[in-house]
């Protein structure tokens, strides 16, 4: 009985990156299960901590002079065009910049993570470490979401400042002047929810596209590959939506929005809908990113060449 345990817990350690050598758990008298299943558990979750915590160092490392001088650039620009339009008496206009300046925050999360997977591409990591594709992945995509909140909240702040200077009359309508903390939060939460989405799609292209590589026949064209999957998965998706009974299901699960939710916020408003806010898209699209996550780690498990 101990030498099937041992030999199971051997395989179990192994699988997760865990060095124990059969004679130690022989050494550690494991004769109990629980004690066994206590000791593999154990040592598999402090070596996972290890392991995440130097892959979050590595990465974020790569990406702090990245960070520093986009945040840098963010407070010199937001100066300058401060001043500008002071000094021409249109401060309100600096507020168009800073609109600008959230809509860009839709491609920093996926540029930052394709920053990261270059330096994958340079390094070969996974070809030769034992971290699976799961904890790189993972690594990388929280390292870039930190970056874009980063500054995200730089931007908000100086939003805060502005409000705080001159209240934008001609591009927000607030009952009494009020700052509208709820409607930035919920701008701030879509921008991130819109960055998700283009994040991990391209994650997923990203993955099948060096996945390619063991098909010699096929490096040459790749790109055109992606492009004709792209449009497939377009098509298929838009098809299922289109269908009956799924349009039931999105509307049989609806959360009502109140009045509140309309104010107008840089010259958009945020009209609640009719009948309230669908939740059954929503759920179907974080779990259409999860799966592109799983099938893009996958797909990297391969230890494909990139």
């Known amino acids: 009985m101990q030498t099937d345990e041992a030999k199971r817990a051997l395989h179990f350690i192994h699988r997760h990156s865990c060095s124990i050598s059969m004679e130690l758990l022989e050494k550690k008298g494991l004769t109990d299960r629980f004690v ?97 594709a799961s904890k790189l992945m993972f690594s990388k995509l929280l390292i870039a979401l930190v970056v874009t909140l980063a500054s995200l909240v730089v931007v908000d702040v100086l939003v805060l400042i502005s409000f705080f200077i001159e209240f934008p009359v001609e591009f927000v309508n607030s009952p009494n002047q009020e700052i509208p903390y709820v409607e930035g939060f919920l701008v701030n939460g879509m921008i991130l929810l819109v960055s998700f989405y283009f994040t991990f799609l391209g994650l997923f292209f990203w993955s099948v596209y060096h996945s390619l590589n063991v098909f010699p026949a096929l490096k040459k064209v790749r790109w055109v590959l992606l492009i004709v999957l792209y449009i497939v998965m377009n098509a298929i998706i838009t098809w299922i939506v289109d269908q009956p009974f799924i349009q039931k299901l999105f509307n049989s699960w609806l959360i009502p929005v109140e009045d509140w939710l309309e104010p107008m916020i840089i010259g958009f408003t945020i009209t609640r809908p009719p009948e309230g806010i669908a939740v059954w898209p929503i759920i179907f699209s974080l779990l259409y990113i999860v799966g592109l996550y799983v099938i893009s780690c996958w797909l990297l498990d391969r230890k494909v060449e990139v």
């Open 36 to 132: 066994l299943v206590y000791y593999v558990t154990s040592t598999v979750i402090h070596g996972g901590i290890i392991m995440l915590r130097g892959l979050l160092k590595k990465d974020f490392l790569l990406v702090k002079d990245l960070l520093l001088i986009g945040l840098i650039a963010e407070i010199v620009l937001f100066i300058g065009g401060a001043s500008f339009f002071a000094s021409q008496g249109i401060f309100d206009y600096i507020f168009v910049f800073l609109f600008f300046a959230y809509m860009a925050h839709v491609v920093i999360f996926p540029v930052v993570l394709m920053v990261l997977l270059r330096q994958e591409e340079k390094g070969q990591y996974w070809l030769h470490g034992t971290a699976r």
